[in-house]
Nanobody, 124 residues
Framework: QVQLVESGGGLVQAGGSLRLFCTAS????????MSWFRQAPGKEREFVAA???????TYADSVKGRFTASRDNAKNTVYLQMNSLKPEDTAVYLC??????????????????WGQGTQVTVSS
């Protein structure tokens, strides 16, 4: 049974930083691309960052230069370092996994597995 478990969310002031973690089990982690999405109340699920099985990273324009995604295959974990946070970054952040044969995909529907999410709240 595949499980993705996010952690690291919380309440932070604008300009602050948080580091999110997503630990996977039940799959061969190195064979999957991993992504971060976010969803704010009343809004569509939004792509944030993707890191492929080969460590290639793509970011949404809204977070480029502020967020950094990385992965540690030995720990089955993907990270999202978030700096210079803004109130508009407030959302539930979810990680997702897609088999490597699908390449880089940015649409939520393409992902096989999802975590339950972790809340990030940025106060102004």
């Amino acid at each position: 049974q595949v499980q993705l478990v996010e952690s690291g969310g919380g309440l932070v002031q604008a300009g602050g930083s948080l580091r999110l973690f997503c630990t996977a089990s039940g799959l061969t982690f190195s064979q999957y691309g991993m992504s971060w999405f976010r969803q704010a109340p009343g809004k569509e699920r939004e792509f944030v960052a993707a890191i492929t099985w080969s460590d290639s990273v793509t970011y949404a324009d809204s977070v480029k230069g502020r967020f950094t995604a990385s992965r540690d295959n030995a720990k089955n974990t993907v990270y999202l370092q978030m700096n210079s946070l803004k109130p508009e970054d407030t959302a539930v952040y979810l990680c997702a996994a897609v088999p490597k044969y699908r390449g880089l995909v940015l649409t939520p529907n393409a992902y096989n597995y999802w975590g339950q999410g972790t809340q990030v709240t940025v106060s102004s």
